[in-house]
């Protein structure tokens, strides 16, 4: 257990600061009583207050005013593996990390409480002990957590009416600002009611997301089309990832066969990333009706070609998929591949590659699909409010509050200072950036993929059919059955 008791601190300083600044008042003002009388509303404006006036960010904001919970302590459980998005005990001078401890500050002080978070393993293979804990505590009704987080693919089969409350109904959140991802709030609201979400303060989001980067000196060199202005132009499909990579790969040491660390790929795909297809090209096997209800539809005809399509661009001489990132990430940076499928995160490891590069979203299924769609990872950590939180409306205020200063403040220094300028080499990279985080989705069935099981998971229907050569039509119609068992068991969650 980690208990964010920085508050104390920072307003022990703010006492010291203001005690100077009456010392010094007095100094100066002969007569301060007569001033007050002059004018016992007027607050003058100090300089450090009129700078911060000048540059506070301009667009939303919070719905509500300054609370004031009497400084009372606020617990979150949290899984360690992604205890950068609260763990931050001092300013260090490393961007992101000071932008966490001073949004945890902020927070506090805005709302008076003190955060305490607990950090557990709850990764895939704790994740039955980490679940346990939450639900023992449910059952005890002992308020250790006010909110919780986990891996979406771990903790959103806790969902349940009978352990979590409603964030539709919660006072305070506003899910349609952009500091959630407002996207959810259809996909995952059944029956009238929402479980789970994510909001900015899950940092993770950010980190996971599916982006493909490419190498820009290799790009002139074999003179292919320009990445950015595909994407801008709506051009960046399917059918044109094709045709730029699948035979663009080089034979560098002449020996008749391509071999990984030897020669060069047009592509090389992480294949946990590679599940995000699904999204990309927006097929989703499952669907929320106009009631609230998830339905299996039918695997249409435009699927299923791009599953053919995929399925024989897999088998090109110039493409390889494994699960192997990190290496992939290294091949890339050798300039062994012109375009490589990754996570967002790699790039807080790519500062040593010497050639430029740049990122885009994964591609559309052609050029009549509306947008770009970008799949959240499933190792995204998703928030749930126990029943047993000790104030609902405290709990409301509190998310909002930390999910709006990260949104602000956090999210700023990740994403625009310490991806862009440390990372990046090229100014469109903000413009991608942006363009990936608007498209960021997280549907049922991906949320429930682990639910709904069957071979493939309901959520990687055009990777692994693909991937793994297997023909559409007769497995997706002999997996319809699996897959809407583990729905109707989903469902009686939601009654």
């Known amino acids: 257990m980690t208990h964010l008791n920085r508050r104390a601190l920072s307003l022990f300083l703010a006492a010291v600061l203001l005690l100077t600044a009456l010392v010094s008042c007095s100094e100066k003002a002969e007569n301060p009583e007569e001033v007050t009388q002059q004018n016992p509303s007027a607050v003058e404006e100090t300089p450090a207050e009129a700078a911060i006036a000048e540059t506070e960010p301009a667009g939303p904001s919070l719905a509500f005013d300054k609370q004031d919970y009497g400084g009372s302590v606020f617990h979150i459980l949290t899984c360690s593996e992604a205890d950068y998005e609260y763990l931050a005990e001092e300013e260090t001078g490393e961007r992101v990390n000071d932008a966490v401890f001073a949004r945890n500050l902020n927070a506090e002080d805005y709302l008076n409480i003190d955060l305490d978070v607990i950090y557990e393993r709850g990764d895939w293979t704790f994740r039955d002990s980490y679940n346990a804990l939450i639900r023992n505590s449910i059952a005890a009704g002992d308020n250790a957590f006010d909110y919780v987080t986990g891996m979406i693919s771990c903790i959103q089969p806790l969902a349940s009416t009978d352990s979590f409350l409603n964030l539709n109904e919660i006072p305070g959140m506003e899910l349609s600002n952009p500091w959630w991802v407002s996207s959810m709030q259809k996909e995952l609201t059944l029956n009238g009611k929402l479980l789970s979400i994510i909001g900015d303060v899950s940092l993770s989001l950010y980190k996971g997301l599916s982006v493909i980067f490419f190498n820009q000196n290799l790009i002139k060199d074999y003179n292919l089309e320009e990445p950015f202005t595909l994407v801008r132009e709506g051009r960046w499909t399917v059918d044109k990832m094709i045709e730029l990579t699948a035979e663009n790969g080089a034979d560098l040491d002449g020996d008749g066969q391509m071999t990984l660390g030897a020669d060069r790929f047009g592509m090389v795909m992480n294949e946990v990333v590679y599940r995000s297809m699904n999204a990309a090209v927006d097929v989703h096997p499952v669907h929320i009706d106009a009631e609230g209800l998830p339905v299996i539809d039918d695997l249409d005809d435009r699927a299923i070609s791009v599953i053919e399509k995929l399925t024989d661009y897999l088998k090109q001489s110039g493409v390889s998929i494994s699960s192997d990132m990190d290496g ?168």
């Not at 903000?430 to 049922?444: C, P, T």
Request: glycine residues 6%; aromatic residues 14%.
């Open 328 to 495: 992939y990430r290294d091949i890339f940076i050798a300039d062994q591949a012109i375009f490589f499928l990754g996570k967002l995160m790699m790039m807080e490891t790519m500062g040593n590659m010497e050639s430029d590069y740049g990122i885009i979203p994964m591609p559309k299924y052609d050029e009549q699909q509306s947008a770009y769609y970008t799949q959240i990872a499933t190792a995204s950590q998703l928030i749930l409010v126990p029943i047993t939180t000790g104030n609902p409306d405290v709990t409301g205020h509190v998310l909002e509050t930390l999910c709006f200063f990260t949104w602000r403040d956090v999210v700023d220094e990740y994403y625009q200072n310490a991806l862009q300028t440390r990372y990046s080499r090229d100014a469109a990279t903000s413009e991608m950036l942006d363009l990936i985080r608007q498209g960021a989705v997280n549907g049922f069935d991906y949320s429930y993929s682990t639910s709904i099981g069957g071979d493939p998971w309901v959520n990687k229907i055009v990777s692994d059919y693909s991937w793994r050569s297997i023909a559409p039509a007769s497995a997706f119609k002999a997996q319809k059955k699996v897959w809407q068992k583990a729905i109707d068991k989903i469902m009686e969650n939601y009654q």
